[in-house]
């Protein structure tokens, strides 16, 4: 899949996350599945989305996308 596709979809993911934050777990476990995918073609990862899965793995993901 090319790049700018993939980037789509991430983005796409993030949009997701930001409507539907009681389902943020799942829609990060499809988010790690995009930058694996971007990982796999040797593409270099977005730092920001990095940074953001790895924020959301913590406790204070609540922070970010409040679970309503």
Known sequence: MAFEALKTQV???LDEIAARPAD???LQETLREKLAELSAL???LPEDLV???AE???SSADQIY???
């Open 24 to 26: 943020r777990h799942i």
């Open 51 to 53: 940074r953001l899965e």
């Open 11 to 13: 983005y796409m993911i």
């Open 42 to 44: 040797g593409l270099p």
């Open 56 to 58: 959301l793995e913590e």
């Open 66 to 68: 409040p679970p309503t």
